[in-house]
């Protein structure tokens, strides 16, 4: 688990492609601080798993299904990433909860200047749209900002002077993609309310003309 609160910034250093999947070399700093093999690091909020390390850099493998739904297949040698190591107890939970495991993309379309902050405005799918709400939380690249405005299109965010400093947002185009993970308490919400709708379903079904006829009542 993590926070959305990024660490640094890395730098790809390297990419070894697959037939369909990837090796992603990326030097960095703060991460690499008491590092193991096996270790969890968020990379552009994708939880990933340390291969490789020394005291540059660091190695994860990407699978198929991560290049799929993600914009890390849209990295080249020289892209900026979003870093954060995993959650540990006893730190606080500045951001909100994070897996790593991300619901898909967005497309950045606009960027405005408002005094001392800079507003997003990223388009995405409806079936994205409908677990995020004004107010509530979101990972755009791994990063935890509060969504300031929604409706059946597009969310905006508003981002300060410091997490455009220590993050890569802002070195996004328009028209690039970011990984999005919509906050992991709605989609929960709704997992217990369809199983619910569906428990009162079956129940409600009960007794009916099919049933006494299955049975031989009729």
């Known amino acids: 688990m993590f926070t959305g609160l990024v660490e640094e910034a890395g730098i790809v250093e390297r990419i070894t492609k697959g037939t369909k999947s990837a090796k992603i070399t990326i030097k960095a700093h703060k991460v690499l601080d008491n590092l193991k093999l096996g ?9 990933l798993t340390v291969v490789d390390f020394n005291k540059c850099t660091f190695s994860v493998d990407v699978m198929a299904e991560t290049i799929r739904r993600s914009n890390l297949k849209n990295l080249s040698v020289g892209s900026s990433v979003n870093l954060e190591r995993a959650l540990q107890l006893s730190s606080r939970l500045g951001g909100h909860i994070v897996s790593g495991h991300i619901d898909g993309v967005g497309t950045i379309t606009c960027y405005k200047n408002e005094d001392n902050a800079i507003w997003i405005t990223i388009n995405t799918s409806a079936e994205l749209l409908k677990y995020i709400v004004e107010k509530g939380s979101i990972a755009i690249d791994g990063v935890s900002l509060t969504v300031a405005y ?11 002077p410091h997490t455009k400093e220590v993050t890569s947002l802002l070195k996004n185009n328009i028209g690039d993609e970011v990984n999005l993970e919509c906050d992991i308490v709605g989609k929960y919400v709704e997992k217990f309310l369809l199983k619910k709708e569906d428990s009162s379903l079956s129940q409600s079904k009960g007794i009916d003309l099919e049933f006494l006829s299955s049975n031989g009542f009729m």
């Open 39 to 47: 270790d969890s690091i968020s990379t552009n909020g994708v939880c």
């Open 150 to 160: 929604v409706d059946n299109k597009t969310f905006k965010v508003s981002i300060i």
